[in-house]
Nanobody, 117 residues
Framework: QVQLVESGGGLVQPGGSLRLSCAASGFTFSMYNMYWYRQAPGKERERVAVIGSGGSTIINYADSVKGRFTISRDNGKNTVFLQMNSLKPEDTAVYFC?????????WGKGTLVTVSA
């Protein structure tokens, strides 16, 4: 079955960096777009970034993270990454990776990122 496992979250000071990873299994990873979402306390889940499947050049970011976050993937390791630089307190959230497969969204359990002095 589809499994997504996020890691790499933690506590970081404003201006710092973190690299999130999402290890995928149970499907042909290279064939699917991969997404990062986040959900801050009391807010709706929002899409942070998307990266296209193997043959695609699609990469898009939410306006709030453009120029600071970079999404990438390693199809050989079935892993998608989110490099987060210049972190701000408003980036504090649980970060989830997601794959949409046959009309169904699959989610990991998320990894908590806290940006605080």
């Amino acid at each position: 079955q589809v499994q997504l496992v996020e890691s790499g979250g933690g506590l970081v000071q404003p201006g710092g960096s973190l690299r999130l990873s999402c290890a995928a299994s149970g499907f042909t990873f290279s064939m699917y777009n991969m997404y990062w979402y986040r959900q801050a306390p009391g807010k709706e889940r929002e899409r942070v970034a998307v990266i296209g499947s193997g043959g695609s050049t699609i990469i898009n970011y939410a306006d709030s993270v453009k120029g600071r976050f970079t999404i990438s993937r390693d199809n050989g390791k079935n892993t998608v990454f989110l490099q987060m630089n210049s972190l701000k307190p408003e980036d504090t959230a649980v970060y989830f990776c997601c794959v949409r497969r046959q009309g169904i969204d699959y989610w990991g359990k998320g990894t908590l990122v806290t940006v605080s002095a």
